[in-house]
C-alpha cells in the first residue's frame, strides 16, 4: 500500500506593516495551510490573502485560533474561563470560514495554535472545550491534534473526524508533548535533520522522541512552521526527503480514530 502524509503550515500571520513568514514559498511546499484567525497574528487584510492564494493552489484550509496574545504571537499561556474561550474558538472559526468562503473556498479543518494547543495537549477537558465549540460552528470539520497527546484522547472521546499531526521542527518529550521553546533543541533548524527524522517517523508510524523513546501512532499529516528563518528550506527537505522515500503527498481525509 502507498503511504500517503499531508504537509502543513501555519501561515497568514503577518499584520498590518509586518510581514512574518513567505507564505507565497510555503504554498508551493505544502498540502494543507493553517491561517492565523487575528488573535494571535494576521489581521482582516492578510486573512483575505492568504485565502485567496490557498483557494488559488487548491490547498487544504484550515483555521488556526489562538490566545487574544498578539504581543506574544500566541505563545504566552493564560488562563480562559471555559465558555469564554469556547467563544474565542467560535468567533475565529467564523472569520475564518467568511474569509474562505469570499475567495471562493472552504475550511475544513482546525488546528489550535500555540500555548493554547500546548495547554490542550496536556488538558483533556480543555481540548473538549475547544473542539466542541468548532463543532458547534461547523459539525463535519475535521480537527487536527498533536498526536498521542490529550488532544487526541479528546477526538476519540467525540467521535469526530481528526487528523493526527506530528512536528518537523519541534523536539519530543517522553509524553510525545513538545519540549518547551525556552530549552536548547527544542527548536530544529537543520533542514536535513528535519527531513530524515520525518523520514524515520513515517517509516515507523511513531513519534521518536529525544529520549530514543517510539510513541506508536497515526500519522496523517506534518506540521512545518512558517515563522523560522529556515522554514522554507526545512519545508522543501522534508518534502523531497519523503518523496524520495516513496511516500505520496496529498491532503488528509480525516477520519474518527
Known amino acids: 500500500m502507498t503511504r500517503t502524509v499531508d504537509l502543513n503550515a501555519d501561515m497568514g500571520e503577518s499584520f498590518g506593516a509586518w510581514t512574518l513568514g513567505d507564505d507565497a514559498a510555503l504554498l508551493d511546499i505544502v ?14 487584510d492578510v486573512m483575505a490573502a492568504t485565502m485567496q492564494r490557498a483557494t488559488a493552489k487548491g490547498t487544504g484550509i484550515g483555521a488556526h485560533p489562538g490566545f487574544a496574545d498578539l504581543h506574544g504571537f500566541g505563545r ?35 488546528k489550535l495554535h500555540g500555548a493554547l494547543a500546548n495547554m490542550a495537549s496536556e488538558n483533556i477537558e480543555m481540548a ?28 476519540e472521546d467525540l467521535g469526530c473526524a481528526a487528523a493526527c499531526e506530528i512536528f518537523a521542527d519541534r523536539a519530543y518529550n517522553d509524553d510525545a508533548t513538545l519540549v518547551d521553546r525556552s530549552q536548547p533543541g527544542a527548536v530544529i533548524h537543520d533542514p536535513a535533520r528535519a527531513g530524515q527524522r520525518m523520514v524515520d517517523m513515517v517509516r515507523e508510524g511513531a513519534i521518536i522522541t529525544e529520549s530514543g ?35 505520496e503527498l496529498r491532503q488528509f481525509d480525516g477520519a474518527v480514530l
Open 76 to 110: 504566552q499561556r493564560m488562563q480562559v474561563p471555559f465558555p469564554s474561550l469556547a467563544n474565542m474558538v467560535r468567533y475565529q472559526l467564523g472569520a475564518a470560514q467568511g474569509m474562505a468562503r469570499a475567495a471562493g473556498g472552504e475550511v475544513r479543518h482546525l
Open 213 to 247: 523513546k517510539r510513541i506508536e501512532t497515526r500519522i496523517d499529516t506534518i506540521c512545518l512552521h512558517g515563522d523560522t528563518p529556515t522554514a522554507v528550506s526545512i519545508a522543501a527537505a522534508v518534502r523531497q526527503a519523503l518523496q524520495e522515500d516513496g511516500v
Open 31 to 44: 498540502t494543507s495551510a493553517n491561517i492565523a484567525c487575528g488573535f494571535h497574528a494576521g489581521d482582516w
Open 128 to 155: 473538549r472545550c475547544c473542539y466542541e465549540a468548532a463543532l458547534s460552528v461547523a459539525p463535519d470539520i475535521i480537527i487536527m491534534v498533536l498526536a498521542g497527546t490529550a488532544q487526541q484522547k479528546a477526538v
